[in-house]
């Protein structure tokens, strides 16, 4: 195992070693490693950086959309005829409580692009990233669970997450949620997750931000 590849998972992870992480959290509960270092991963992107890309890059639907709990926008509204990305329009949504959420951004950003690559030579598993950018005090998404296993990495400002009972039991990538299936049970946990920290959600365990 290089140094670059071993170096991954400590950035992650650390001060918690993997094989730790192995026995204690993976496949079984979520992992909060908090960090006094905000800048833990301020090298990964930012929001000014986020915004003049949406500004000046020609990109689309669904690479990019928006999402708020309880009042869906639209794709149709911030988007022209072609479903390319209305930057202005993306942006008034974005003022008004909706998240943007950049799918596949590792096509996007070379810096998660390297974490990515890093990740799979580590890991033996294939590994995406998304970006989330949320106004304050907006919730994009609601109670729901995961087929796949998640590392949240918190880059800049803070984001509360709570955790719910009643998720499957590490349901299979095609194992789809929905909330009539499988309702989101009482909360479990409540946790604020500060910019550099980090927080691992097992698939299958029903969540919320």
Same mark, same amino acid.
């Given at each position: ?8 998972? !400590? ?13 204690? &959290? =993976? ?18 992107? @930012?929001? +000014?950086?986020?915004?003049? &890309?949406l #500004? ?12 708020? $709990?309880?009042?869906?926008?639209d794709? #149709?509204?911030? $988007?022209?005829?072609? +479903?390319?990305? =209305? ?11 909706? $998240? ?5 951004? %590792? ?12 990740? +799979?030579? %580590?890991?033996?598993?294939? @590994?995406?990233? *998304? =970006? ?19 590392f ?7 984001? %509360?997450?709570?955790?719910? +009972? ?5 349901? =299979? ?6 909330? *009539? ?24 365990v029903?969540?919320? !931000?």
């Amino acid at each position: 195992m290089s140094g670059l590849q071993a170096d991954v998972l !400590a950035t992650l992870l650390g001060p918690v070693t993997y094989e730790q992480f192995a026995e204690d &959290w =993976l496949e079984q509960a979520p992992l909060h490693v908090a960090r006094k270092n905000q800048q833990h991963f301020a090298d990964l992107a @930012c929001i +000014e950086s986020v915004e003049r &890309w949406l #500004s000046v890059q020609p990109v689309s639907f669904p690479d990019v959309q928006l999402s708020r $709990t309880g009042d869906p926008v639209d794709p #149709s509204a911030y $988007t022209d005829a072609n +479903e390319r990305i =209305l930057p202005v329009r993306l942006l008034e949504h974005h003022a008004a409580g909706a $998240t943007i959420v950049i799918a596949r951004a %590792r096509h996007h950003v070379p810096a998660l692009a390297d974490l990515c690559r890093q990740l +799979e030579a %580590r890991l033996g598993v294939p @590994c995406q990233a *998304n =970006l989330y950018l949320s106004p304050a005090g907006q919730q994009g998404f609601a109670p729901h669970y995961d087929s796949h296993d998640v590392f949240i990495l918190q880059i800049a400002g803070a984001k %509360r997450f709570a955790f719910y +009972e009643g998720g499957p039991t590490l349901p =299979l990538a095609g194992d789809r949620f929905d909330p *009539n299936i499988t309702p989101a049970g009482a909360k479990s946990l409540d946790l604020l997750l500060e910019a550099g920290s980090t927080l691992y959600i097992p698939r299958g365990v029903m969540h919320d !931000a």
